[in-house]
């Protein structure tokens, strides 16, 4: 939570991965507090309540394109991988708000950016064996991370490039969170592109896989319990109805729905840790713990601990009501204090809005032999990818 405790050196790895400059100095991986500070000021704007509010919009458009796409599954009666699509249509609202670019993932199969994403974030769990430069088998998958990086970092060059010219040329633009990394970059007495692709980087990754994995993870969740499903579903229908759009103000009256979001994020965090380095000795507990160590926290191993969850391995979103005793820094999905997530808000009224559609609309069974585990991708997300059959509801 203290500021004097900077970033543990990890965060350099992510600096570079493969030789190839990935998430740099942005947002997520800045260890300069100063510097951090100064970017995390100026983006604060773009994820302002009043902003977020006027996403909705967007918002209700992109993830209508997805149900639009579940209608023709459920009809045609196929398996659907939910991970695939919910990974796509958050990709989708990503681009299109932070950086006003249609990418249309949801509808292009030969999209390369999933893949690249993947394969970027893959290369972070690579990295963390030293000896794979030297094992020939893994040739071709360094390779093929250097090149998904430099396509990221390539696509985040056009676009800034794009809005430098639309600003010099006087066209109005959005105060999205392009706007905010071009008045960031100006303000750098270095004033350096490389920046701000790596928060074009930082955002496009960060703003996207971790939401979509705790949807599938939600989804999952849900399909195994059949009595949670109903009341989240009862929630549903008689805050939306049949409604098309959901307004910003249902978002609050939808207070079970957030609660099932706590506790997947309980169960599975996609970003389960954070590290520092101990700029000072410290004493936890009786046990002085010297300066200059990393500390790693893990919010899936509390999230599952006896000791602060009672039965920590059922899933029940009851320990989120209102009346419930609330986390004692036990709970941090997104993090605490000033280098927790900047997108929390943003995060949450977009799954908000995907899991209100799809309850309103859908009844989804998992495939026979659904296995439940978590797959370490950099971020966490179902390994099955969260196969299933749906059906219209009957009743909305
Ligand atoms: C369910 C969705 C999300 C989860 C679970 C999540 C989780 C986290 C966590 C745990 C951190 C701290 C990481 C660390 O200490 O290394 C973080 C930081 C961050 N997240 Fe998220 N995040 C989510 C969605 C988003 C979204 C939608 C955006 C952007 C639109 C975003 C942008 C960021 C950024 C830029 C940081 C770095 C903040 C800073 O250091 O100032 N995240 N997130």
């Known amino acids: 939570m203290s500021t004097k405790h900077p970033k543990d050196k990890f965060y350099e790895q992510i600096f570079k991965v493969f030789g190839v400059r990935f998430m740099g100095n942005g947002l997520l991986t800045d260890r300069n507090y100063d510097h951090w500070h100064k970017q995390r000021r100026i983006m604060d704007p773009a994820f302002s309540r009043p902003y977020l509010m006027g996403l909705m919009g967007t918002f209700n458009e992109k993830v209508e394109e997805l149900m639009e796409q579940l209608n023709e599954i459920a009809d045609k009666k196929t398996e659907v991988n939910m991970h695939t699509l919910l990974n796509r249509m958050t990709l989708d609202v990503i681009a299109k708000v932070a950086f006003d670019m249609d990418l249309n993932a949801l509808h292009d199969d030969q999209t390369p950016f999933p893949r690249a994403i993947l394969m970027a974030m893959k290369g972070l769990v690579e990295i963390r064996n030293p000896l794979v430069y030297f094992m020939p088998s893994k040739k071709k998958m360094i390779q093929e991370v250097r090149d998904s990086i430099h396509l990221l970092r390539k696509t985040g060059k056009e ?16 105060t999205d969170i392009l706007t905010q990394i071009l008045r960031g970059a100006a303000l750098e007495e270095d004033y350096d592109i490389e920046i701000m692709i790596d928060n074009f980087v930082t955002f496009f990754i960060a703003g996207q896989e971790t939401t979509a994995n705790q949807l599938a993870f939600a989804v999952q969740e849900l399909s195994r319990h059949p009595k949670i499903l109903q009341k989240v579903q009862a929630e549903v229908d008689e805050v939306i109805g049949s409604r098309r759009d959901i307004e910003y103000d249902d978002l609050g009256k939808l207070q079970y729905l957030s609660q099932v979001l706590k506790e997947t994020l309980r169960l599975y965090p996609p970003a389960p840790g954070t590290s520092r380095l101990l700029e000072d000795d410290i004493l936890v507990e009786g046990v002085l ?18 000791q602060f969850f009672h039965d920590p391995l059922i899933f029940d979103p009851d320990r989120f009501s209102r009346d419930s005793p609330k986390p004692y820094f036990t709970y941090f999905p997104f993090s605490l204090g000033p280098r927790s997530c900047i997108g929390q808000v943003f995060a949450q009224m977009e799954a908000k809005v995907v899991m209100a559609k799809l309850l309103q609309r859908f009844e989804f069974q998992l495939v ?21 059959h749906l059906r219209v509801r009957e009743k909305q």
């Open 289 to 306: 713990i010297p300066k200059g160590t990393p500390v790693v926290v893990n919010t899936y191993v509390t999230g599952r601990m006896e």
């Open 159 to 174: 676009c800034i490039e794009r809005r430098q010219k639309m600003v010099q040329d006087g066209v109005e633009v959005p």
């Open 368 to 388: 026979e032999g659904h296995t439940f585990k978590i797959q370490d991708t950099g971020t966490l997300r179902p390994m099955d990818g969260t196969r299933c």
